[in-house]
């Protein structure tokens, strides 16, 4: 077996120590389909850190070595050459530290022998246990009897005999290697997992280790044999072999076995190549290449196949995306550093088709490999360049998505080229305050509109789909305009100077100042209903906002015996002329809007730059929090924001009618309130409303409880939220979302989330778990049902499942009955 990479090397050392320490084993795990489940995702465990063993010190270069001996008795037998040592004898050599009942040296043969409880210290921490050893003074050649070996970071062999032979190669008969301490209780007892062989070769100029008649137990228990397996050295980080192979099945490609090979093609790249061959689709090939540069490192990937049976992507008649005979994709990733502030990448990914990631189960594989920065849905192709200063950020990049969905249309997903943030605070005060600025350019590009219905009678019928050609009905009684066609580029720049002042009673004055401007050139396509919420052709809009405001705290502290309460009235006042052009530019980073205690006193609450706030406006609120002495704390906020004059900008109809229903379209608005406890480290209690300004009908609901004590870790999400058809969302929307870890002893762990439709009366989503894990041993499996949509709805039923053994490597495979995977794996 290969190895491409290593968690722990070692120095030099005594040969009957370089074989102990490393031993591979080729363990394939039946692995089924994997579905891709956006939430939850399988939690990966991982071994803790250990120290590291502190070496000797050296002795310098081009000194002399003596050999040192400590004994109770020392005999010198002048006639045969030979020097005896008996009782605790104690022999320093170097850097490495003998100790037996009896040695002797024969000056003649230059050849040491030892017996009786010895043991031997490396440098490096390995420890030697025999009954008798017999080396050369050089310790190059001899045999060892009942080996024994603790070596670094917790490692162990035995051999019931090792030889070693022309100063490159050494046997070890009956080897058995393991990761694992040995039981407290009982130390004969089997380790938790160990590697037993008849005989282990170690080729020291090839720094490989061969396996014959090799076999794996877990808890006594036989579960691998493999006649015969090699693997490199533990002195070797990386080596060319074969990886981990992989077992599958899929009701897509049928029974699956793929070999990885691994190329250490020079110190700074390799590659990895791996065949997978399908009972049902014919063989598959992955390659990737890796590089790490001076600055950086890039990777390249790339897959395909020419399937052998096509039809089993015709549905209900229909040809789907993987209806095909060449699939395949090609996959990109790289970062640099230009200095210490400033980095530029890229993100790269060219598929055949949409599905092919999924129905291969290459989808996860490439989220693992770093190469797909992407949601569950969708893939990203990026080119960026960002840098960060003290007071100051630069991001540029270039954004396209692929969706993965056979609901998604690509013609209607745009393309960003490019979105530019600057962000700048001067160092210096200005007329006693802060002054900033941000900058930002967006230029997009979409070949289709994107229309979303805001009816029943519209979603049912479709009327807002591309297949409706008919612009009378694409109006905003039955759509949403989400996606704009055309070209569309807009720059940005808000500039904002704030001061705070403190008087003698402990008021708080922050008067601000904002100007922004923005500049847009729009080529919007003339297509079907698009001229009923746009202007159509080439058209090019300006508009200005100057921002002027005072906030006002007054944070009223009282010390009690028991703590510490805080009462804060807090009232915010901004004064602004009306939004401009509303209508007449695309809104496509703006439409998400919800009020609530976290924005009730931001200026501008709109989420982007193509919406900008208007009008006079003022937002009130109370604050009470309590700090108790004996720990814990208590907060409320309630407050709510009132339209002074002009144009509500919250109110007025726009491309998708971001702040309509939003309870902030009404001269008063609804009231927004917090609460939250925490009475200890243990609990703590969240709550959020959003209530109706005429009846205090709830609008919006959120309570959310956790809790960690002692070995238990939960939480519960609690979620109301009215129907808002002006903006998309046509029903109610009502659940509850939980979940529990439990530590049942230092070892094991459970655990379990489960979402709770009470709309519809169902459980949406579902995760069980459980792991183990201990100082040499990783085993973790999961279980996911979530849902999948592919043009229509359905279930995914999931698992995924790790096996980890410190020092070998480990295996993640996973299985599902709706979206196939076959796991790559690699013993690293």
């Known amino acids: 077996m290969a190895r491409p990479s290593s968690r722990h090397r070692f120095g030099r050392r005594p040969w009957w120590c370089g074989a102990s320490l490393a031993v591979a084993a080729a ?21 803790p850190a250990r120290p590291k063993p502190t070496p000797k010190p050296q002795r310098p270069e081009g000194q002399q070595q003596q050999m040192l001996v400590r004994a109770t008795e020392i005999d010198y037998d002048y006639t045969n050459e030979r020097v005896s040592a008996v009782g605790n004898v104690q022999l320093y050599y170097g850097n490495s530290t003998l100790e037996a009942d009896r040695v002797i040296y024969d000056q003649k043969t230059k050849r040491l022998h030892a017996e009786g409880n010895v043991t031997l210290s490396a440098n490096d921490g390995t420890v030697t246990h025999a009954q008798i050893m017999d080396l050369s003074d050089d310790y190059r050649d001899g045999f060892v009897d009942s080996l024994h070996i603790d070596g670094p970071d917790d ?34 007892k089997p380790p938790k997992w160990q590697v037993k062989a008849m005989r282990i070769i170690h080729d020291q100029n090839e720094k490989m280790l061969y396996f014959e008649d090799a076999k794996l137990e877990v808890l006594g228990v036989p579960l691998a044999y493999l006649p015969y397996m090699s693997a490199p050295d533990p002195t070797v980080k990386r080596k060319s072999g074969v990886l981990v192979p992989t077992f599958g099945t899929s009701t897509v490609y049928g029974a699956a076995f793929a070999v990885p090979y691994y190329w250490a093609l020079a110190p700074d790249y390799d590659a990895t190549f791996t065949p997978m061959i399908t009972t049902r689709q014919g063989p598959l090939l992955q390659g990737e290449f890796r590089q790490r540069l001076m600055d950086g490192s890039y990777t390249i990937r790339g897959s395909g196949i020419f399937q052998l049976d096509k039809n089993v992507f015709i549905q209900n008649g229909t040809p789907t995306a993987g209806y095909r005979d060449w699939r395949g994709s090609i996959e990109t990733s790289g970062q640099f550093n230009l200095s210490d502030k400033w980095v530029w990448g890229w993100d790269g990914t060219l598929l055949s088709d949409k599905t092919y990631l999924q129905d291969y189960g290459l989808y996860r594989n490439a989220q693992q490999a770093s190469l797909l920065k992407s949601t569950p849905d969708t893939a990203l192709s990026q080119l960026y360049i960002s840098g960060r200063g003290d007071r100051s950020y630069f991001d540029a990049r270039t954004l396209y998505f692929f969706g993965f969905s056979t609901a998604d249309d690509q013609k209607q997903i745009p393309w960003v080229r490019p979105v530019i943030d600057h962000d700048y605070v001067f ?24 229309f979303d219905p805001v009816t029943t009678t519209a979603n049912n019928n479709g009327l807002c789909l591309p297949t409706n050609a008919d612009p009378s009905v694409k109006n905003s009684t039955n759509c949403l305009l989400r996606g704009v066609p055309g070209d569309y580029t807009r720059l940005s720049t808000e500039w904002t100077w704030k001061r705070t002042v403190i008087d003698s009673y402990g008021q708080m004055f922050t008067p601000f100042f904002k100007l922004r401007a923005d500049v847009a050139d729009m080529d919007i396509a003339n297509q079907p209903g698009v001229s009923n919420y746009i202007p159509i052709g080439h058209t090019d809009v300006g508009r200005v906002m100057p921002t002027a405001g005072l906030e006002y705290r007054y944070p009223l502290i009282s010390v009690e015996a028991w703590g510490t309460q805080t009462i804060e009235p807090i009232g915010q006042l901004i004064l602004r002329p009306n939004e401009t052009q509303v209508g007449k530019l695309p809104n496509e980073d703006a439409q998400s809007l919800i009020f609530d205690d976290s924005n009730l006193f931001k200026v501008d609450k709109f989420s982007g730059w193509d919406r900008v706030e208007g009008g006079g406006r003022a937002n009130v609120g109370i604050q009470y929090t309590a700090q108790f002495n004996r720990g814990g704390n208590v907060n409320f906020l309630f407050g709510q924001s009132y339209q002074l004059y002009g144009q509500n900008s919250f109110a007025l109809a726009s491309t998708s009618n971001a702040g309509i229903d939003s309870g902030l379209d009404t001269a008063r608005s609804d009231y ?17 409303f959003r209530m109706r300004e005429s009846d205090f009908t709830l609008q919006r609901t959120e309570l959310e409880a956790t809790a960690s004590f002692g070995r238990w870790t939960t939480s519960v999400m609690y979620g109301d939220y009215a129907a808002q058809p002006e903006i998309g969302f046509l029903d109610r929307r009502e659940g509850i979302l939980a979940s529990a870890r439990f530590k049942v002893n230092p070892n094991w762990m459970l655990l379990g989330a489960a979402r709770y439709d009470i709309i519809n009366h169902e459980i949406s989503q579902t995760q069980l778990g459980v792991g183990y894990i201990d100082d040499c041993l ?51």
């Open 427 to 450: 160092n210096q005060p200005i007329l006693g305050g802060e002054l900033s600025f941000r900058n930002n350019l967006t230029s997009i590009t979409r070949d289709s509109a994107n």
């Open 27 to 47: 363990v394939a795990l039946l692995a089924g389909s994997a579905a891709i489940a956006p939430l939850p995702a399988q939690e990966m465990l991982s071994f």
């Open 672 to 688: 927004v309130a917090r609460a939250s406890y925490q009475p200890n480290s243990t609990f703590t209690f969240t709550s959020r």
């Open 778 to 828: 990783i085993l973790a499996l999961n279980y996911i049902t979530d849902y999948a949509y592919s043009g229509s709805l359905s279930v995914n039923h999931s698992f995924m499942m790790q096996v980890s053994l410190r020092t070998l490597g480990g295996n993640t495979s996973g299985g599902g009955s709706s979206v196939s995977a076959l796991p790559g794996s690699s013993a690293r």
């Open 155 to 188: 490692t162990r062999f035995a051999a019931s005999r090792a030889e070693r032979s022309t100063g490159n190669y050494t046997i070890f008969h009956n080897g058995t290697y393991t990761a694992c301490e040995a039981c407290k209780d009982d130390p004969t």
